[in-house]
Structures are given as structure tokens and as C-alpha cells.
């Protein structure tokens, strides 16, 4: 059957020669051409994209789709769900007279199969293999994201971390960066910052009063160890598809702040330590942003720049990034223009809103045959309209496209499904047990308290020889935090109500600057940061 010259122009465009991902079907005056395949070149897809489209129109089907055929051709994935139905990926579809009826008019051999996946859960909250951070790697930037803070606060949080990094202090939880703020404020630390202006009472204020608030709803679990090796996303099955990693989001649906950030610590993380591989034969890694506009809401001028270096510069380092969200004008334009695949489902013109969001999007795309504003309001569940980046770099022509159904279970797995997978996990045992090992807090906590409390030493310590506690005791069989020690009278954190009182006497206690000097020296060289903020020690 031949095509309808207009028809067969576009299709043309999308008659690649090397491999690429199949999307669906070519629409063309009301009807499907099967024919006509709409495609994704394999080597584009580190341009990055955009999915869009109004709540119901089959934007996490999409995602679930090209997901899938990324992974069969050996590139891992990342997806962030958080509706919780994309953990059906693992699982093989069934088959019904709905899937059928697509595939035959798509031209598609459907068959029913799962694909290699992880699952992860922030901090533990939900199912799935606990994801942290530690304060030192999530860096300023994002650290004010989450917690609220206005410019001003913002920068006052930075002077906080530079000064931590230059003296080679780990903060690795909350508490450590308390502590941190309430001596640079203290009469002994004030003079640590005056140089670069200082750290005022005020806003050292507003950061501690953020900090509790933050604790106070259940947050604290995100940041501590062991921090999560972004490496992880980048591995291959044993048979060499691609691992698709699932960050399972339900449990904290109500927390967007929190979890946008999260994933663009991820992002930035994976910026910070993956070399430069310039234009590769296929991406190292295809990461999904759902519900992207999280990410860009209240965000500041220093924020958004980090995001649009970021997006720009991680794609020569083999990373494609897709967002997932309502409408273009949810992205900044900067961003916007750096997404090279799109595929856009239907839009609603209902309000004036609507009308201007529909008029801004059909502006996004490349000259077409279509009568954009009327397609893209008559597109049903499960068509987009499409352009993409062909072989030699070039944007496709505009493709109204009836999608292929995935073949992966499109729905959630039981609960105790998805556990036992997580439980059977390599990497389970590696992130499953938070760490609380001898940090910043830690340290100042057991010296103030030696300091302030003498009369608890053992009778008899004093000139034996034998190590102080938070020396250098190491083969003296002085147990350890965590091996052996509880009811050695060495301070822990949460009991007793010490935390505000343990910071007091840090402050006070004259020892936090010689303490400083020493974590610095053992620890190494000054942090190094990327350009968004974050850094990364040695695992």
C-alpha cells in the first residue's frame, strides 16, 4: 500500500539506517499507517527529550515504553515513579483485546516480558533498597532547595560548607552541619568567616530553625551513610540488558521539594563522576525526570543556571535526561532548548490558561503539515505527536504518532513482590543498614564531653598511657562506635535529649578549633565541587 505523498514525506524522515527505538505508527488523516513507523535513533538519546501532556493522556506509558526498548538494547535506565505503577516494568504484560487491538494497528509483535530492574526507596521510606546522601555531597545549592531558603540564605549556607570543606570537615548528616553553623556563630567562630563577610546571627538563625523543621517530618533518614554510589545506575544484566533502576517515590509523594532535588543530586552526582566520552554509538545511561516541574518551582537564579549547565554538559558524558511533565512552558527555556526529542500528548484548552499553554507549545515545534492546535487537542489516550533527532543531528518532521503498548506489566507488582526482589538485591545488603560512623558531631560530641565532664573518667586514667577517648586509640581495644561500645559512657546520638546541650559545650569549649585543624589534616585535601554544588569523596 502506498502512502499519501504528504504521509510518505514524514515518514521518510524517520527511515534510519542504525538502530533506534520503535514508537508507534504514523497518523494520517484519521487513520493509523502501520507502515509508516515513527522511530528514535539509539545514538540520540543521550540529546535528551521531553514528555508531556495532560493528566490521563499515557505519559508514564511512554515513559514505560522507551524505558523498555532502552534496556533490551543494553542501556541501563533510571525511572523516578512516583505514582508507584511503573514497578511493573520487572514483571511480563497480559495480554487483552485492548493490547491486541493496538498492536495490530500499530504493527506491533507484542509479547508478554519483564525486564532486569532495582528498586529504591529514599532513605528507606517505602519499598525498596535505601537511597541517602551524605550533607558534604549534596552540597549548598541543593541543600537550600530542599530546605526553603531565600538568595541570602542561600549564599550564608555556602560560606557554611566552604568553611567545613576548607578545615576537611564530613558532614555527613544533619547534625554535623548543626553543629557547624552554631560555632561560626559562637564568639570563638565569628572570626572564622569575617573575611568573606561573615555568617549573621539572623540567618544562622532561619538555617537552624529550617533544619529542625525539616527533622521534625521525619527527613533526617536521607542524609547519613553509606551515601549511595551513583555507579550503581549504570550496570548491565547478565545478559546485557540494561538495569532499569526504579527510586520508588509514593512514600513521599508529599514532599516534592525533597524528591526533585534528590534526583538532581543524582543527576549531578553522575556529572561529577563520569568521564567525557563525547558522541557514543548508544548512552551510558537514559535518566527519567518525572513531574518535572518540581524541580523548577521556587528555584533560584544559582539553582536553575546549575540545571541548564548541567543538562547541557552531561550529555558528552553519555547521559541523556528526558522530563516528564504537563506542558513545555513548565520547562525554562534554556533547559527547553537543549531537549532535542519530544514526544507531546494531548492537551486541554478548557480556560484561558489552557489556551495560551496551547498556543506556547504548537510554537515549540518545527513547521508542519498538521494544524497543531486542533491535533493536539483531539489526540486520544496513547497518541502523541512527535519530532525527534534523525542520524545526522537534524529534527525530524512533526509525526502524530499512535504509540506501541508496553510489553512490561503496566501497573504495580504486589508489595510483597517488590520486597522480596529487594530483599534478593546484590545491592541489598551493600545500602540496607544506615551507618553511624564517627563524624563531625560525633568527635566534637565525645571531646566537649571529656572537656566539660572530667569527674566521669575512670579513677586512674590520667598519666597510665592509655589513649583519651577520641584519640588515636586503635589497637588499645577501645571499642569502637557501633562495635561493642554501648554503656561505655561515650555519648550517642539522640539519647538523653543531649543534642542542643552537646552543641553548647562544643561551642564553648575552646576545643573546636584544634579539632578542626586535626580532622583536617587526617582527612586530606580540601573538597573539590562540581558545578552544581555537590562533591564526592572516596568511597
Known sequence: MSLPPSAAGIAAGYAFTGPALDLGALLWDGSCLPEAQVRIPLPMLNRHGLIAGATG?????????????????????????????????????????????????????????????????????????????????????????????????EQSLGLVFHYADRKGLELVDLKDLRSVVAFLTSDEGKSELKGIGGLSTATAGVILRSLTAFEAQGMSDFFGEPEFDTAGLLRVADDGRGIVSVLELPAVQDKPQLFSTFLMWLLADLFHDLPEVGDADRPKLVFFFDEAHLLFDDASEAFLDAITRTVRLIRSKGVGVFFVTQTPKDVPGDVLAQLGNRVQHALRAFTPDDQKALKATVRTFPDSAYDLEELLTGLGTGEAVVTVLSENGAPT????????????????????????????????????????????????????????????????????????????????????????????????????????????????????????????TQIGREITRSLFGTARRRR
Open 57 to 153: 493522556t499515557g505519559k508514564t506509558k511512554t515513559l514505560q515504553l522507551i524505558a523498555e526498548q532502552l534496556s533490551a538494547q543494553g542501556v541501563p535506565v533510571f525511572l523516578a515513579d512516583i505514582k508507584g505503577d511503573l514497578s511493573g516494568i520487572s514483571v511480563p504484560g497480559t495480554s487483552n483485546a485492548k493490547v491486541a487491538s493496538r498492536a495490530a494497528e500499530v504493527g506491533q509483535e507484542w509479547a508478554g516480558r519483564g525486564f532486569p530492574a532495582e528498586f529504591y526507596a529514599l532513605g528507606g521510606l517505602g519499598h525498596g533498597i535505601p537511597l541517602r546522601a551524605t550533607i558534604t555531597s549534596f552540597g549548598p545549592l541543593l541543600l537550600s532547595k530542599v530546605l526553603r531558603l531565600n538568595q541570602t540564605q
Open 397 to 520: 518532521p512533526v509525526a502524530a504518532t499512535r504509540l506501541r503498548a508496553p510489553e512490561s506489566l503496566m501497573g504495580p507488582v504486589d508489595g510483597t513482590v517488590l520486597d522480596r526482589a529487594v530483599q534478593e538485591s546484590a545491592l541489598y545488603g551493600r545500602y540496607a543498614q544506615a551507618v553511624d560512623r564517627e563524624s563531625a558531631y560525633e568527635r566534637l560530641a565525645a571531646r566537649a564531653a571529656e572537656d566539660v565532664v572530667p569527674a566521669e573518667r575512670p579513677a586512674g586514667r590520667e598519666g597510665t598511657g592509655e589513649p583519651r577517648r577520641g584519640g588515636r586509640g586503635e589497637g588499645t581495644g577501645e571499642p569502637r562506635r557501633g562495635e561493642g561500645g554501648e554503656g561505655a559512657g561515650e555519648p550517642r546520638r539522640g539519647e538523653g535529649g543531649e543534642d542542643r546541650s552537646v552543641v553548647e559545650q562544643v561551642v564553648g569549649s575552646g576545643m573546636f578549633r584544634s579539632l578542626a585543624r586535626s580532622v583536617g
